[in-house]
């Protein structure tokens, strides 16, 4: 059975393929890396506007008020935790 050698061309279009791989790989790794920011981002600012809209109900003075604005801060915040939990998953 002949030997096959490699030809110029060939090389080229392997180290082509390789670099093309790493910078399709190196991609998905600062994809990754912006969606873990994002959703890092997002929670934050969600959880920090249901503190202050809870600490605004709060100073009403207000007991119905300051009630309903607890337990709607309350859900925001599971709701976000349960999804940002899941998106990172997703993302990792």
Do not use: C, H, I
Not at 19 to 45: I, W
Request: charged fraction near 25%; avoid cysteine; glycine fraction near 4%.
């Amino acid at each position: 059975m002949p030997t096959q050698t490699k030809t110029p061309v060939a090389d080229s279009v392997e180290a082509v393929t390789e670099r093309l791989t790493e910078a399709g790989e190196q991609a998905v790794a600062n994809g990754r890396k912006a969606g873990a920011a994002y959703v890092t981002s997002y929670e934050k600012a969600v959880l920090a506007l249901a503190d202050s809209y809870e600490k605004a109900a709060g100073a009403t003075r207000l007991d119905w008020v300051s009630t309903v604005a607890t337990a709607q801060a309350d859900f925001t915040r599971e709701v976000t935790k349960a999804y940002t939990s899941a998106a990172r998953e997703l993302v990792a």
